[in-house]
């Protein structure tokens, strides 16, 4: 699972399908709300605001 920003989500993407082996689900944070989880601000690869979940 990895929070990106858009400059990111293709290498999230690659690197989703290289460990699972299966094509990943993308999420955009903006259009939905987690109950029991906070996603992270910041999008794993840089400083940028984490826009999408890739799960």
Not at 27 to 44: G, I, N
């Amino acid at each position: 699972m990895y929070v990106v920003c858009k400059e990111h989500l293709e290498l999230a993407i690659d690197m989703f399908v290289d460990e699972y082996e299966d094509a990943p689900d993308v999420v955009d944070l903006k259009d939905t709300e987690f109950s029991d989880w906070d996603p992270p601000v910041q999008c794993a690869h840089c400083e940028q605001a984490g826009k999408f979940l890739v799960v």
